[in-house]
């Protein structure tokens, strides 16, 4: 089993919907989780922290942490072209090690 | 306020020789990591510094070292290159206690 596992995509949306991505982890003590955005060719961009169970949102951003199914979620609304990209889920596990997932492809439908 | 920065950009190296990459971190944060990225996986964990200290470290040989110096900076060394070592190299910083971590560029390197 993969640490931290997400669909790899692609996840295609219409302009203007809402895009769910989704990861699970398997590590039970980890403590912080974190979506990038990942444009090809460039770094990946920190878009969303989240520490705590329940939902936090930023923009047209919310993360979603459930800790005792061990799954965390991003929800982007009024998806936009421009949001084409690899969303990677990433978690903190205690012991200064971050694992990255594979990331998920989002394409945005004009 | 000065993001991560990393140099070079790009590198061509041939089998078995050695690499030197280097990486400034955001003001103000004092921790920095080390990533591979191959082409289509997220990026893989190699180590990290803080007070120039390597406190954790990834699935990597031991071909793969580093170094953080006085003010922050750090460097990745690669020896013995492997064909398999062509990657984007991503640095992070962050500062202690503050678990957020931030990007530099990267550097592409290609083995040959």
């Known amino acids: 089993q993969k640490e931290v596992e997400q669909n790899s995509g692609p996840l295609s949306v219409p302009e203007g919907a809402i895009a769910s991505l989704n990861c699970t982890y398997s590590?039970?003590?980890?403590?912080?989780f974190f979506w990038y955005r990942q444009y090809s060719g460039k770094s990946p961009e920190l878009i969303m922290s989240?520490?705590?169970?329940g939902d936090k949102e930023d923009g047209r951003f919310t993360a979603q942490l459930n800790k005792a199914s061990q799954y965390v979620s991003l929800l982007i609304r009024d998806s936009q072209p421009s949001d084409s990209a690899t969303y990677l889920c990433?978690?903190?596990?205690?012991?200064?090690?971050?694992?990255f997932g594979t990331g998920t492809r989002l394409k945005v439908l004009a | 306020d000065a993001g991560v920065t990393q140099s070079p950009t790009h590198l061509i190296k041939t089998r078995g020789q050695q690499v030197t990459l280097r990486c400034s971190p955001k003001?103000?944060?004092?921790?920095v990591s080390w990533y591979q990225q191959a082409l289509g996986q997220g990026p893989q964990f190699i180590f990290q510094?803080?007070?120039?200290?390597?406190?954790q470290r990834g699935n990597f040989p031991d071909r793969f070292s580093g170094h953080q110096f006085p003010n922050y900076s750090s460097e990745l060394n690669v020896n013995a290159l492997l064909l398999g070592d062509s990657a984007l190299y991503l640095c992070?910083?962050?500062?202690?206690?503050?678990?957020?971590?931030?990007f530099g560029p990267g550097t592409r390197l290609t083995v040959t």
């Open positions: 510094y803080y007070e120039e200290e390597e406190r």
């Open positions: 990433a978690v903190f596990s205690g012991t200064y090690k971050y694992i």
């Open positions: 992070a910083s962050s500062l202690q206690g503050v678990w957020e971590q931030y």
């Open positions: 989240i520490y705590s169970n």
């Open positions: 590590d039970r003590v980890s403590q912080s």
């Open positions: 003001s103000g944060h004092d921790t």
